[in-house]
C-alpha cells in the first residue's frame, strides 16, 4: 500500500495490534489503518499517517477522497469504523482495557478535543459574541481561565494575527480573512499542541489568501504541528515538511514536498497534479 | 434640439421636476362615504342602545374584584409564559437530543398537549381531584410488593389534600403551563434547528461540552428565531387566561367581571367590559412586541454596524 511518512520515525515500528499500544515517541498523531463508512459509503479505507511534534504537513487530493473526514476523525467529530488514532499518546475517543475498547464520555471526548485546535473551511466564528467574545469563549467556559487573563491572551493572539483592532468587531463586520485569522486567534487560545487546518483558504476571494497564509506560516515557524489540507501548493512546498496525496479514501503518495510535487511516481499524482499546478 | 435624432444627448435638459397630473380614484372617495356612514350608524347605537348602559359598566370596571382580576389574569400570563418557556426548551433539547426515550417522552408529550383544546384541558385539570383525593408521596406500586416481601404497612411518607394543592388556580396555571409547553417546544425546536451546524462543531472542536454548547452557543443564536413567535404566544396566553373562568378560577379577570353581569342582570355591559380591558392589555403588549422585534431584527447586525460606522472606521 501507500508509503507513510517514514522520512524520520527511525526507531519505531508501527505500534502492532498489541494490547494498549502507545503512540511512538515523536509521533504526535499516529493514525493506523483507518477507516471510515458513512452507511454502505466507505469513505476512508485504510490510512496509516504519522505526524511528528513541530510536522507541518499538506493533505492534498481531489474532492471528495475522504481529506476533511480524515481530519474531523483526528479530533472525533467523526467515529472511526476501524482503525485507531492516538494524538499525543492518547487513544481518541477509546479506552483500551484488558482487550477491550470502551467509549470515553463526553467530557473525556471534550477534554481530548481541547487541546486539538481546528480551523474551517467556512471559518464558523460564533456571530452573536464580539472577536475578542469568539477567543475568550473557550479558555474561560473550558479551561476556567480567569476572564481578564483570557483577555489579556486574546490581545496577543489578535496582535499576532494582525487583528489588534478588531477586539469588539462583530464577525460579519469582518472580511473572509479576517474572520479566518480570527478563527485561528479563537483555536490557538486554547493552547493546543495540534491544529488541524480544513482548506482554510478556499472560500476565500484570492486577494485574501495571502494573509492567512502568512499567519500559519508564522506559526508553524514557532514550531506548531499542523496538519493542513489545502489546495496552495505554494503553501505546501514552502511551508510543508511532508506531503499527502489522498485520493478514493487512500493514502496514494507521501514524502517531502519538493519529491511528491516534482517527481510524483504515481499515475493518479501526476494526473491531480497535473490539474492542479 | 434634443429630438431622437439628434447625435448628441444634451445632458441636463429634461432635469425639471415631473409635474404630471395624478390619477384620480372616484371610488375610494365612496367607499370611505359608506363606511363613514356606517361608523356613524355604529356609534349612534353605542350611546342611544340602553343594553350598553355605560354609566354601569364604568362604575363596575374598576372595581376592587375586577381589577384584583386583572392582576390575576397578568400574574397567570407571566407565570404560565415562564413555565412554558422552559418546559419548551427541557422538550426541545429532549426532542433534539438522539436519545430515543427522551425523543418519545417528548413528542407524546407535544402530541397530547397540542392535540387537546386549552378549554378541555382547562376544564379537565379543574377536576382531577377527582382522580386523587390525596396525594402520596412515596415509593411507587407499594400496595403490590409490600404484602409481597411480607411487610406490613405503606412506604408512604406524607401525604396532602389534593384539593389543597389543586386549588382551582393551580390546576388552571398548571393546564396553560402545560399547553404552553408543548407550544413553545415547537418553536424552540425550530429556532434551535435553525442554527448552522458549524457553530456546533467550531464548539465541540474547541472542547467545549454538549451542555455549554447548548448554552452558550445554540440557545442564543437560536433566540433571533424564537423571540417573535414567543411575543405570539404571550399575547395568545393573555387572552387564553380567559379560559380559567371555566377551570374555575373564581378570582380572575374574566369570571369577576361575567359574575357582576349576572349577579345584577347588566350581561351585556360586563362583556363589552372584557373586550376593553383585554383590548387594553394586548395593546401594551403589542407595543412592547414591536419595540422587541424591532431590537432583534437588526441584532447584533445592525446595532454592530453602527458601531462601526461611529468607531473602527
Ligand atoms: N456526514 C456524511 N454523511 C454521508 N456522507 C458523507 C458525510 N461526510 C462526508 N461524506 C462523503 O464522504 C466523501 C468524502 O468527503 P470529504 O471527506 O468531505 O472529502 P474531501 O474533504 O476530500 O473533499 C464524500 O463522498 C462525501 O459525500
Ligand atoms: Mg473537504
Known sequence: MAEKTRDHGEQEAAPE???????????????????????????????????RRGEVMCIVGPSGSGKSTFL?????????????????????????????????RDSEIAAQRSDIGMVFQRFNLFPH?????????????????????????????????????????????????????????????????????????????????????????????????????????????EVGDSLVFM?????????????VLSNPRHERTQAFLSKVL | MSGPGSKEPTPGRSAAPITAVPVR?????????????????????LFTNPAFNWPFM???????????????????????????????IVLAVMRLSGNPVLVTVSWTYTWFFRGVPRLVLAVLFGNLAILYSTIHIGLPFDNYWMPWLGLEGDARFFEIDARTLLTGYTAGLLALSLSEGAYMAEIIRAGLQSVDKGQTEASQALGMSKSKIMRRITLPQAMRVVIPPTGNETIAMLKDTALLAYVPVTIELFYQLQAIGTRSYQIFPMLVAACLWYLAITSVLMT?????????NRSGRGTARERIVGGAH
Open chain 2, 25 to 45: 380614484y372616484p371610488e375610494r372617495w365612496v367607499a370611505a362615504g359608506i363606511i363613514l356612514v356606517l361608523a356613524a350608524m355604529f356609534v349612534h347605537m
Open chain 2, 288 to 296: 412592547g412586541q414591536y419595540f422587541i422585534e424591532r431590537r432583534f
Open chain 2, 58 to 88: 364604568l362604575d363596575n370596571m374598576f372595581s376592587e374584584p375586577v381589577v384584583r382580576g386583572v392582576w390575576v389574569t397578568l400574574s397567570a400570563t407571566v407565570l404560565s409564559m415562564v413555565i412554558g418557556v422552559v418546559l419548551g
Open chain 1, 129 to 237: 459574541l464580539t472577536v475578542l467574545g469568539n477567543i475568550v469563549e473557550a479558555p474561560v467556559q473550558v479551561k476556567r481561565v480567569p476572564r481578564a487573563r483570557a483577555t489579556e491572551r486574546a490581545m496577543e493572539l489578535l496582535e499576532r494575527v494582525g487583528l489588534p483592532d478588531k477586539a469588539n468587531a462583530y464577525p460579519e463586520q469582518l472580511s473572509g480573512g479576517q474572520q479566518q485569522r480570527v478563527a485561528i486567534a479563537r483555536a490557538l487560545a486554547m493552547e493546543p499542541s495540534l491544529m488541524l487546518f480544513d482548506e482554510p483558504t478556499s472560500a476565500l476571494d484570492p486577494e485574501l489568501v495571502g494573509e492567512v497564509l502568512d499567519v500559519m506560516q508564522d506559526l508553524a515557524g514557532g514550531g506548531m504541528t499542523m496538519v493542513v489540507v489545502t489546495h496552495e501548493m505554494g503553501f505546501a512546498r
Open chain 1, 72 to 104: 474531523r476523525c483526528v479530533n472525533h467529530l467523526e467515529k472511526l469504523t476501524a482503525g485507531r488514532l492516538w494524538v499525543n499518546g492518547e487513544l481518541m475517543g477509546y479506552r483500551q482495557k484488558r482487550g477491550r475498547l470502551y467509549e470515553l
Open chain 1, 17 to 51: 495490534t498489541a494490547e494498549g499500544a502507545a503512540a511512538p515517541g515523536d509521533a504526535l498523531v499516529v493514525a493506523e489503518n483507518v477507516h471510515k463508512s458513512f452507511g454502505r459509503l466507505e469513505v476512508l479505507k485504510g490510512i496509516d499517517l504519522q505526524v
Open chain 1, 247 to 259: 485520493d478514493d479514501g487512500v493514502v496514494v503518495e507521501s514524502g517531502s514536498p519538493a519529491e
